[in-house]
């Protein structure tokens, strides 16, 4: 079969990787510059690979597109591929046609994805095992190069888009909250069916574990639930929502699973915040379900610490505390970062806004932010939204200059918090980079 990939970065790159490995014919495309590292690569398996334009005579033969997850459905090459119908799947999809005899767990939700696929894989730690995905780690190139028997894969609503077969052991689904509207037509139905996309192969033999206190999420639920999954609930709520599932009752978390009840003491938590209760809830829930023990699963869980860039604290300079939260891209990602704090709090904020709803944090920005600092290329949304606050807003273009600007504002123990609620892409490579200049800045202190 001749395979054309859209997209020569880690997932592009895998996907190609693997292609090769199976005995197909196939060429890489992208229309950018493809980093040294993944040029090396396509070089070492000696994969044909164009940069900085899309050769039409290249792509139109192929039986079969793989497209990466950064390239939106609305380009104009995309959409001249659908017209001649050629196949499109995404690189989750295809990693899956080669690994249906393991067992996959697929993580997705508007928040906490990174933290929940890096916590399950904690817990579950084997030789065995690998986690991928959408947390940087192309389940294709693990699936050729170095297979396992459990994968633990982050999957994005970008990756969902296009699968057709693609059916994990157990599915998770964290919440749904307004996000990436600008890749789905603005309109949140399209981006709930992506999400939802996730169960739509299950059957008896698989478990379905989601969030009952997510609006949007139980919203949607009646249209795309699969009755044939056996459902397993998350809630913040002092009751079980369903036969096997996690609540919260008397400062604890409470699991029922296989009709055993197990509890957790909150204070005894490894990551603090109701959103990390969710987190938690889930990633053990998981691990129960392939078949972890829980007295395993007891011993793993307090040696855990938060990932990079998710409420990160990086140090504390003369009584003020700084934290990374660049990974948070969305509103809803700032709620629970700004709801966690008890401090005064100077807000980092801004980017490529991807059509947020300010409005639902309005109320904490207004008893818990001293002085919002913008480090953007595009401030005009966020002055918008606060400017009826009375809160300082000062515009900025580097980590450097908001830290300085914050020092201006902070007092002994307030907080300067990075969380963006936007994309990186205007002033940085991805959240990423946005999160180290901010340590490196900070550190620099």
Same mark, same amino acid.
């Given at each position: 079969m001749y395979i054309v990939v859209i997209g020569g970065s880690e997932s592009g790159t895998g996907a190609a990787i693997l292609a090769q490995q199976q005995g197909h014919v196939v060429f890489v495309s992208d229309a950018a510059t493809i980093l040294d590292k993944y040029k090396q690569k396509l070089i070492a398996h000696n994969i044909p690979y164009e940069e900085n334009q899309h050769s039409w005579d290249k792509i139109e033969n192929a039986q079969l597109i793989i497209k990466s997850p950064g390239v939106p459905e609305k380009t104009e090459l995309i959409q001249?591929?659908?017209?001649?119908?050629?196949?499109?799947?995404?690189?989750?999809?295809?990693?899956?046609?080669?690994?249906?005899?393991?067992?996959?767990?697929?993580?997705?939700?508007?928040?906490?994805?990174?933290?929940?696929?890096?916590?399950?894989?904690?817990? $579950? +730690?084997?030789?065995?095992?690998?986690?991928?995905?959408?947390?940087? =780690?192309?389940? %294709?190139?693990? *699936?050729?190069? @170095?297979?396992?028997?459990?994968?633990?894969?982050?999957?994005?609503?970008?990756?969902?888009?296009?699968?057709?077969?693609?059916?994990?052991?157990?599915?998770?689904?964290?919440?749904?909250?307004?996000?990436?509207?600008?890749?789905?037509?603005?309109?949140v139905k399209l981006y709930a069916k992506a999400k939802f996309n996730i169960i739509s192969n299950q059957d008896v033999s698989d478990y379905f574990i989601y969030n009952v206190d997510s609006p949007l999420l139980m919203h949607h639920l009646p249209l795309y639930l699969n009755q044939q999954v056996n459902p397993v609930t998350i809630t913040l709520?002092?009751?079980?929502?369903?036969?096997?599932?996690?609540?919260?009752?008397?400062?604890?978390?409470?699991?029922?699973?296989?009709?055993?009840?197990?509890?957790?003491?909150?204070?005894?938590?490894? $990551? +603090?915040?109701?959103?990390?209760?969710?987190?938690?809830?889930?990633? =053990?829930?998981? %691990?129960?379900? *392939?078949?972890? @023990?829980?007295?395993?699963?007891?011993?793993?869980?307090?040696?855990?610490?938060?990932?990079?860039?998710?409420?990160?604290?990086?140090?504390?300079?003369?009584?003020?505390?700084?934290?990374?939260?660049?990974?948070?891209?969305?509103?809803?990602?700032?709620?629970?970062?700004?709801?966690?704090?008890?401090?005064p709090v100077i807000w980092i904020a801004g980017g490529i806004d991807k059509g947020n709803d300010y409005a639902q944090i309005k109320e904490l920005v207004k008893n818990k932010v001293k002085a919002i600092i913008c480090m953007t290329k595009y401030p005009e949304n966020i002055q918008k939204a606060f400017s009826d606050l009375n809160i300082p807003i000062v515009v900025v273009d580097s980590p450097r200059n908001a830290i300085q600007q914050s020092l201006a504002f902070a007092s002994v123990n307030d907080v300067v918090l990075l969380s963006p609620a936007c994309a990186s892409f205007d002033l940085f490579k991805n959240y990423e980079d946005r999160g180290m200049q901010f340590k490196d800045a900070v550190l620099l202190l």
């Open positions: 001249k591929i659908r017209s001649i119908g050629i196949p499109i799947i995404s690189e989750v999809e295809w990693a899956y046609r080669y690994a249906q005899q393991s067992n996959i767990i697929a993580i997705t939700g508007s928040n906490g994805k990174s933290t929940t696929t890096a916590l399950t894989t904690h817990l $579950l +730690q084997s030789e065995d095992m690998a986690m991928v995905g959408n947390i940087g =780690i192309s389940f %294709a190139e693990t *699936v050729a190069l @170095n297979p396992k028997k459990y994968y633990v894969a982050e999957v994005s609503s970008f990756q969902l888009d296009d699968i057709h077969l693609f059916k994990p052991k157990v599915s998770v689904l964290l919440n749904i909250t307004p996000d990436h509207l600008d890749r789905y037509q603005y309109d709520k002092n009751a079980f929502q369903s036969e096997q599932g996690a609540c919260v009752q008397n400062e604890n978390l409470c699991f029922l699973w296989q009709k055993n009840l197990y509890k957790i003491p909150i204070h005894e938590l490894p $990551l +603090q915040g109701k959103h990390n209760q969710y987190n938690i809830m889930a990633s =053990i829930l998981a %691990a129960l379900c *392939v078949g972890a @023990n829980w007295e395993d699963i007891i011993q793993k869980l307090p040696s855990f610490t938060a990932i990079p860039h998710r409420m990160e604290k990086v140090r504390v300079f003369n009584g003020i505390t700084f934290i990374n939260d660049s990974k948070a891209t969305n509103v809803d990602s700032v709620w629970y970062a700004l709801d966690s704090m008890i401090q």
